[in-house]
Nanobody
Framework: QVQLVESGGDLVQAGGSLRLSCAASGRTFSSYFMGWFRQAPGKEREFVARISWNAGSTYYADSVKGRFTISRDNAKNTVYLQMNSLRPEDTAVYYC????????????WGQGTQVTVSS
């Protein structure tokens, strides 16, 4: 298992940008597929983006495609989520997660970071 800590959440105006970071512990970070999820008040947690172990493959939810970019730096054990053109509906707690393979469940989760987008 890998331990994950998110940071970078903040209050931002609509149209603004934020970059979230997720720092991972352990020497096997580069073997994990990483994902970002979010949960808005009163709603279920939803998938945002994922990236393969070598960053060769990325995938996004339709709601963020073209606005958000997931990336990773395996030398720094960190995965990022660059969020541009933010909308009030992007307001949520954002979580990063890790899983061993290209499919299956995410076994490690961070504690989350709050993103609030004001209109």
């Amino acid at each position: 298992q890998v331990q994950l800590v998110e940071s970078g959440g903040d209050l931002v105006q609509a149209g603004g940008s934020l970059r979230l970071s997720c720092a991972a512990s352990g020497r096997t970070f580069s073997s994990y597929f990483m994902g970002w999820f979010r949960q808005a008040p009163g709603k279920e947690r939803e998938f945002v983006a994922r990236i393969s172990w070598n960053a060769g493959s990325t995938y996004y939810a339709d709601s963020v495609k073209g606005r958000f970019t997931i990336s990773r730096d395996n030398a720094k054990n960190t995965v990022y989520l660059q969020m541009n053109s933010l909308r009030p509906e992007d307001t949520a707690v954002y979580y990063c997660a890790a899983r061993r393979g290209a499919s299956g469940s995410y076994g490690s989760w961070g504690q989350g970071t709050q993103v609030t987008v004001s209109s």
